[in-house]
């Protein structure tokens, strides 16, 4: 089965640093791009940063650019995000996802994790 | 940046009505478009890729058209699993997903 399993989440104080996990399986991880997407309560979708799997090229959302590092280790098929310099409005769950053809980052996502909360709140 | 308006953002049907979802991009995105189904409490589901293409396993009474600036999504006979809120999201240029379309209980 197709599967993505974030973990990471929880609750930090602003300025501070957090790194989530997305741990795959069920596929070829390292010949797929991927992304982290996120969702603040109540609200809409957000794509934050993505990653390719062939070259590791990344981009940024402008609101997390110079804040938020992805990256990826494809023998241990899992996805990282790391952040910092946390701020309230990062509060979010955030979703990991694949994107369902084999190279692009401008790609829909056809697999999704249950997501992992991140609260930031002294 | 490209930025997606979804309409209406809430929509009130009776089971078995047809309903449009319809969703403009600020720039034209060709037919890069996709349309995902949330349920509270859980992950975005993709419906609909390439502003018409099925994703396997979606039921053939959600649908998808337009291209360029304009799409819509359509559900031929509304069923009670349906009641859900729709996302699109462009991706001609990364990503930017609309904010969604509630479609709740008449």
């Known amino acids: 089965e197709v599967q993505l399993l974030e973990s990471g989440g929880g609750l930090v104080q602003p300025g501070g640093s957090l790194r989530l996990s997305c741990v795959a399986s069920?596929?070829?991880?390292?010949?797929?791009?991927m992304s982290w997407v996120r969702q603040a309560p109540g609200k809409g979708l957000e794509w934050v940063s993505g990653?390719?799997?062939?070259?590791?090229?990344?981009h940024y959302a402008d609101s997390v650019k110079g804040r938020f590092t992805i990256s990826r280790d494809n023998a241990k098929k899992t996805l990282y995000v790391q952040m910092s310099s946390l701020r309230a409005e990062d509060t979010a769950v955030y979703y990991c996802?694949?994107?369902?053809?084999?190279?692009?980052?401008?790609?829909?996502?056809?697999?999704w994790g249950r997501g992992t909360m991140v609260t930031v709140s002294p | 940046d490209i930025q997606m308006t979804q309409s209406p953002s809430t929509l009130s049907a009776f089971v078995g009505d047809r309903v449009t979802i319809t969703c403009r991009a600020s720039?034209?995105?060709?037919?890069?478009l996709a349309w995902y189904q949330q349920k509270p409490g859980k992950a975005p589901k993709l419906l609909i890729y390439?502003?018409?293409s099925l994703e396997s396993g979606v039921p053939s009474r959600f649908s998808g058209s337009g291209s360029g600036t304009e799409f819509t999504l359509t559900i031929s006979s509304l069923q009670p699993d349906d009641f859900a809120t729709y996302f699109c999201?462009?991706?001609?240029?990364?990503?930017?997903f609309g904010q969604g379309t509630k479609v709740e209980i008449k």
């Open positions: 996802a694949k994107s369902s053809t084999v190279t692009d980052l401008n790609d829909a996502f056809d697999i």
């Open positions: 069920g596929f070829t991880f390292s010949n797929y791009a």
């Open positions: 990653i390719r799997g062939s070259d590791l090229s990344t």
């Open positions: 720039q034209s995105i060709s037919s890069w």
């Open positions: 390439k502003a018409s």
């Open positions: 999201q462009q991706y001609v240029v990364y990503s930017t």
